[in-house]
């Protein structure tokens, strides 16, 4: 089952950059399902033919519960590339270089989410003083509210 797991995550981890599947990965997963469900098999089938089914089931049910989360995350980029003006990792914005522009990044982030940090927030997440955090959010909302910036 570990073999199908680490096997997995390869294979999951070159869907989402949008890399071709190692062959190792894909084969190293082909035997690990085979493996799993050969001894499955094998322990149940001792009970019958129904035992050997029921004994199988978790191996199957684990791969594909895989394959789905596969179509998921293939689905997701295919829809991340054909969105307009959807840019590209490498074009995301620069990390912020002080306290203050990263308070201000992170007020951005929690208000285009509908729940904006409080000026307490800002104090306590940026050890940003009273008038600081005040200042950052009131750029910030009159910013968001069509006002130019200071």
């Known amino acids: 089952d570990g073999l199908i797991i680490a096997a997995s995550m390869v294979l999951l ?9 190692p062959a190792l990965a894909v084969w190293l997963l082909a035997a690990g399902i085979t493996a799993t469900l050969a001894a499955n098999v094998l322990a149940g089938a001792g009970y019958g033919p129904l035992g050997a089914v029921v004994s199988a089931w978790p191996a199957l049910a684990f791969v594909g519960c895989y394959e789905l989360l596969m179509l998921l995350v ?6 991340s590339a054909a969105a307009p003006g959807a840019a590209p ?9 002080d306290l203050i522009e990263a308070a201000k990044v992170s007020l951005r982030a929690t208000l285009a989410a509908g729940n904006p940090l409080s000026a ?5 997440r940026f050890s940003l003083t ?8 009131q750029a910030v909302l009159a910013e968001s509210n069509g ?3 200071e």
């Open 13 to 21: 981890d070159a869907a989402r950059h949008r890399d071709r599947a």
């Open 74 to 79: 293939r689905a997701n980029a295919r829809r």
């Open 89 to 97: 990792e490498s074009l995301a914005a620069p990390v912020p270089s």
């Open 120 to 124: 307490n927030q800002l104090q306590e």
């Open 130 to 137: 009273r008038a600081q955090a005040t200042k950052v959010r």
């Open 147 to 149: 006002h130019s910036p």
